[in-house]
């Protein structure tokens, strides 16, 4: 469950937010993540989707930071890989600027074990886009 200190938004419950733990202005973010059950397939290892999903999320929190809430961050190309096995529990995302440009930068991030254990890591290539227009181009595309 989301920490009471964090905005409600469906998405994040979906996810298994569990609380932001640091979004800094040079660009880093940190998150930790609730791996349920229900995320898992067989043998109890959180599905791969997730993974990649919370990999994802740290480091758009990354540019979000670096960057401010007038812009959304656009994934144009995100790579995984995978070391080890998540489990059901608490996890840590963490993302980072690699490369900052002016409308498209690089990011880095990984997932770790609550013990620092690195289980998966991810690269980004993300379009700094101005949120003003991403969300005059989504309401006329529900028109």
């Known amino acids: 469950m989301p920490d009471n200190n964090q905005p409600e938004n469906s998405l994040y419950s979906y996810m298994g937010l569990h609380r932001i733990v640091k979004m800094d ?4 973010a940190s ?9 898992c397939h067989s043998g109890g290892v ?12 740290a480091m758009a929190h990354a540019a979000m930071a670096k960057n401010g809430p007038e812009i959304v961050p656009m ?9 080890a096995p998540a489990r059901p529990g608490l ?10 440009g002016k409308r498209t930068s690089f990011y880095e991030g990984h997932i770790k074990a609550m013990d620092g254990t690195v289980l ?3 690269t980004s290539t993300i ?8 969300i005059k181009a989504s309401e006329e595309a529900r028109r």
């Open 46 to 57: 959180v599905q791969g989707g997730f993974i990649s999903g919370w990999i994802d999320a």
């Open 31 to 39: 998150i930790e993540y609730e791996a349920r059950e229900e995320m």
């Open 127 to 134: 379009l700094i886009a101005d949120k003003s227009r991403v």
């Open 120 to 122: 998966a890591k991810g």
């Open 91 to 100: 996890l840590i995302a963490e993302g980072w600027v690699e490369r900052h």
């Open 25 to 28: 202005a040079e660009g880093f």
């Open 75 to 83: 994934s144009l190309e995100l790579k995984v890989s995978f070391f």
